[in-house]
């Protein structure tokens, strides 16, 4: 199984990036993904949570910022984020729920 992971970036906050990873060697559509983050020096917390279609944005900060979607033929799930802040800062991972499969990690930096 990979995760491979992509979009990250420096980006002005305001700003706006998306992040996509795409899965290999599980069936996608059955799966239910994740996406976290880790700022420096802090703990890995959840982002949001896709599961097999429906969503869930869990951090309180993220809702109406950031959606996870999935395009199920692509094998990818994707972090749209809008309204980038400073405190937005962190790597951020894609995740196959229960299992221990992530991705690499994308670095996002909010900066002016």
Sequence with gaps: VQLQAFGGGLVQPGGSLRLSCEVSGRIFSIIDMGWYRQPAGKQR?????????????????????FT??????????YLQMNSLKLEDTAVYYCHIQNT?????????????
């Design 45 to 65: 917390e959840l982002v949001a949570r896709d599961s097999r279609g429906g969503r869930e944005n869990h951090v309180e900060y993220a809702k109406g910022r």
């Design 100 to 112: 221990d499969y992530w991705g690499q990690g994308s670095q996002v930096t909010v900066s002016s």
């Design 68 to 77: 996870i979607s999935r395009d199920n033929a692509k094998k990818t799930v």
